[in-house]
C-alpha cells in the first residue's frame, strides 16, 4: 500500500492594499509618483499572457536565484472604486503564515505587517508588447518601513477581520479546495440531477447557487470541506434573485457561470445523464427544436445556418402576407388546385398564432446557439488557448460569423495562456532586469 502525503494546505488573504497614487520617497527614487492611470494599466496587463500574475516573497531580496520558492501569488488586482489604491489577493500563503487564531492573530500580521512593491513602467514583455505600468512582486516587510506609508498595514487588516466560528484547519481547507473539487463534488452528488446547474460558487461564506431547470426556480446549497478535503452539502433553501447595491469585494463568487452548458463539465454530463436514464435531446429546449424543424419541413439533423435561413425565410413569407394594421381584408375566395396558385385561407387569430409560435421557436433557437458558442469559448479558456477576459470578444466573433470564428478557434493551440505557475523564461527586451524606465528615459525598476 503507497501512502500518499496530503497536499500542503494553502490560504488567502483578501483585499490586500498594493500601492497608492501619490508623491513618494522609495529607496531607488525621491518623489516617485505613480498615478491613477498607471495602476490601472497594471491591472489591464494582465490580460497579456507574457504578463506573470506577480509573486510574494519575504522582502527585496535582490535578484532571484534559479529555484528560489515564492510563498504565493498576487490574484485578482484591481482597482478602489475612487481609482486611487491598487489592491490584490494573497494566494497560496502557507497556512501556518497566513491563518488566524480565535483572537484574529497571525504570524504575517505580526512578523511581516508591511509590503513593497517592484514596479515597472514601459515593460516589454516576451511577445513584444509595451505595457505601460507592470507589478511584478510583492516583497513582505518586518522591521523595515515601506516606501509608500499610508497602505493598511496586515496588522490592521487582520484585527478588523470578521470573526469566524470554524475551525483555523476548516478554513484552511476550505482556502486549498478548489474549485472544480466543490463543482465536481456537488454534481457527482446532490446535482446528478440533469436539471440542476451552478450558476454561482461562494467561499465566504461556502454556498452555491443552484439554478433548477425544471421549473426555473433557484436553490441555496451550503457546503462545508473537511481538513482532508473531502465537500459535503448540506439542505437546499429556495431563494430569489433580488437586485440591490452592488455586493462588497468579500461578499462576489468566486465563479459564476453563464448557462448550464458551461456550469456542467462534460464528464459530469455524460456520466449524469446515464445515471438518471435522459438523454441529451430531453428537455424543453429539445422539444422546441424538433417542433421547429418539422414546421419549417427541413432534415432534422440540419446545421445551423440552414435552420436559421429557413427560419428567416418563412417569417419573411408570413410578413409579407400579413395585412398592415388597421385595414380591412376581404375574405379571400377558395382558389382551385386547378388554378395554379399556392394559396391557402386561414384564420386571422389563427394566422396571429402561427407567427408567435415562429417567434418564439427562433428566440429558443438562438437561445440554444449562444449556449452552445458560450461553451465552445469556456472549452477554449480551460484548455488555455486565451485568457477569460477575452471571452466576449469572442462571444461576438461568434455571433458575427460562427463558421470562421469556430475554426479559427479551433486551431488555436492549446496551452498558450498558462494556467499553473511552472517554469521560468527569459523576458525578451529587458535584458538587464535590475533595471525601470520612465517614458523617454534608460530603464531602471523601482521598489515601493
Known sequence: MVDVPKAPLLATIPRVEIASVG??????????????????????ALDCPAVRRPTLKFGHTGEPGEGDPSIGLIDNLSVTDDGQTLVGDFVGVPAWLADA????????????????????????CQLGHTHPFVVHAVALLGVVRPGIGTLESLYDLYAKAPQKEEPVMAKAALASTTVDQVRKAYYAGPGTNWSLWIRELFIDPPELIVQDDADDSVIRVPYTVSGEGDVEFGDPQPV??????????????????????ESRPSA?????????????KEGPMATLQEALVERLGISADADEETTIAALDEALAERASETPAPGTETVPAEPVSASSG????????????????????????????????????????????????????????????????????????????????????????????????????????????
Open 101 to 124: 487564531d480565535e483572537q484574529g492573530r497571525s504570524v504575517i500580521a505580526s512578523a511581516y505587517p508591511d509590503r513593497s512593491g517592484e514596479f515597472q513602467h514601459e515593460y516589454v
Open 341 to 448: 396558385h399556392d394559396v391557402v385561407t386561414v384564420d386571422r387569430g389563427q394566422w396571429e398564432t402561427a407567427l408567435a409560435e415562429a417567434a418564439l421557436g427562433r428566440r429558443a433557437f438562438e437561445a440554444q446557439v449562444r449556449a452552445s458558442d458560450e461553451s465552445l469559448v469556456s472549452a477554449a479558456i480551460r484548455d488555455g488557448k486565451f485568457p477569460p477576459a477575452r471571452r466576449e470578444h469572442w462571444l461576438a466573433s461568434l455571433a458575427a460569423d460562427r463558421e470562421g470564428t469556430t475554426a479559427t478557434i479551433e486551431s488555436l493551440a492549446k496551452g498558450l495562456i498558462p494556467v499553473a505557475e511552472v517554469g521560468h523564461g527569459q523576458d525578451v527586451g529587458n535584458d538587464d532586469l535590475g533595471t525601470y524606465s520612465w517614458p523617454g528615459e534608460p530603464a531602471s525598476t523601482k521598489e515601493a
Open 23 to 44: 508623491w513618494w520617497n522609495i529607496s531607488n527614487a525621491t518623489d516617485w509618483h505613480p498615478s491613477s492611470e498607471d495602476l490601472a494599466a497594471a491591472v489591464a
Open 268 to 280: 459530469a454530463q455524460n456520466s449524469s445523464a446515464a445515471e438518471v436514464g435522459v438523454t441529451e
Open 240 to 261: 430569489k434573485v433580488e437586485y440591490v447595491a452592488a455586493r462588497a469585494g468579500l461578499s462576489k463568487p468566486v465563479v459564476a457561470f453563464a448557462s448550464h452548458a
